[in-house]
Nanobody
Framework: QVQLQESGGGLVQAGGSLRLSCAAS????????VGWFRQAAGKERVLVAA????????YTDDSVKGRFTISRDDGGNTVALQMSSLKAEDTAVYYC???????????WGQGTQVTVSS
């Protein structure tokens, strides 16, 4: 099992930036990919960005492309989501999650609130 801990959420004005971090521990050798999801009030949880644990290949949803960047620290167990040009519609609880190579996302963090004021 992999344990995940998010940090870095908060309140920011529209147009501002925030950096979220996701620290992984436990069976990190089982991780194939880490993703950042978000869930706005009354809406489904959606994937916004993902990164391959070993090779750095990334995915970014069109809704955040050009504004959000996902990265992993070299040799470490932290995945960051750098968010810039934030909009009110980016307001949500952000979760990081991990999956192995043959399964769906099964390990989740507790989430961190991001609120963008307009």
């Amino acid at each position: 099992q992999v344990q995940l801990q998010e940090s870095g959420g908060g309140l920011v004005q529209a147009g501002g930036s925030l950096r979220l971090s996701c620290a992984a521990s436990g069976r990190t050798f089982d991780i194939y990919e880490v993703g950042w999801f978000r869930q706005a009030a009354g809406k489904e949880r959606v994937l916004v960005a993902a990164i391959a644990w070993s090779g750095g290949a990334t995915y970014t949803d069109d809704s955040v492309k050009g504004r959000f960047t996902i990265s992993r620290d070299d040799g470490g167990n932290t995945v960051a989501l750098q968010m810039s040009s934030l909009k009110a519609e980016d307001t949500a609880v952000y979760y990081c999650a991990a999956r192995g190579s043959t399964n769906a996302y099964g390990d989740w963090g507790q989430g961190t609130q991001v609120t963008v004021s307009s």
